[in-house]
Every structure is written in structure tokens, then in C-alpha cells.
């Protein structure tokens, strides 16, 4: 079975940083699209970064600047490192990818982790 797992997130405070893990198990032979995205309290899920298998990276611009998506395809783990956070980014956070495994192409989330930015 194919599963995503986040770590790290956390308390910070404004300015600070953090970063979050997402590390990807079972029977996979790539990781094509790896995203992050989030949803804070109230409000709908939104996409945060995203970085398909050619190495782009695209931001939405409230991030632009402050975050940055990497990935490392042999450890099949996918970061986000988060500087200069805003209490607005508080949120939780979900990791997610496309995989190819044997049984063809799907997407598949990771459960979230709580990202919190207070003083």
C-alpha cells in the first residue's frame, strides 16, 4: 500500500522558519507531480507549492519568496522549508504526489501536519 507521510511543522514565531518532510513508502517506481498544500481553519484547501518531475516549481503568491518545494526522487521524500512566516500561514499542511507503480498512475495525499505561526 502506498502512503505519505508528513513530519516536522510545529510552533514558530512570526519571521521564523520551519520546514516539513513528506516521505513516500510502499511499492512505487517514480514520484511524477509532488505538491504541498494547506488548509486553515475556516477556509478551503489551497494549494501551496507544486513541482512537477521536470523540475519546475510553481508558488502561489502569498508563498512566493518565503517558501521553497525540493524533492529527492531516490529517497522518495518530497520538503517544503517555510522562512519568514506569517501568523496567515498558519494552517495544516498536506503533502501530495502522483505515483507509478505496477498498478498504473494515481494521486495520493499525505494525512496533514499542524503548522502553527504565533508570538
Known amino acids: 500500500q502506498v502512503q505519505l507521510v508528513e513530519s516536522g511543522g510545529g510552533l514558530a514565531q512570526p519571521g521564523g522558519s520551519l520546514s516539513v518532510s513528506c516521505a513516500a513508502s510502499?511499492?512505487?517506481?517514480?514520484?511524477?507531480?509532488i505538491g504541498w498544500y494547506r488548509r486553515a481553519p475556516g477556509k478551503q484547501r489551497e494549494m501551496v507549492a507544486i513541482?512537477?518531475?521536470?523540475?519546475?516549481?510553481n508558488y502561489a503568491e502569498s508563498v512566493k519568496g518565503r517558501f521553497t518545494i525540493s524533492r529527492d526522487n531516490a529517497k522518495k521524500t518530497l520538503l517544503l522549508q517555510m522562512d519568514s512566516l506569517k501568523p496567515e500561514d498558519t494552517a495544516v499542511y498536506y503533502c501530495?504526489?502522483?505515483?507509478?507503480?505496477?498498478?498504473?498512475?494515481?494521486?495520493?495525499w499525505g494525512p496533514g501536519t499542524q503548522v502553527t505561526v504565533s508570538s
Open positions: 513541482m512537477p518531475s521536470d523540475g519546475n516549481r
Open positions: 501530495y504526489a502522483t505515483i507509478t507503480n505496477a498498478q498504473g498512475m494515481r494521486g495520493v
Open positions: 510502499g511499492s512505487i517506481f517514480s514520484l511524477n507531480l
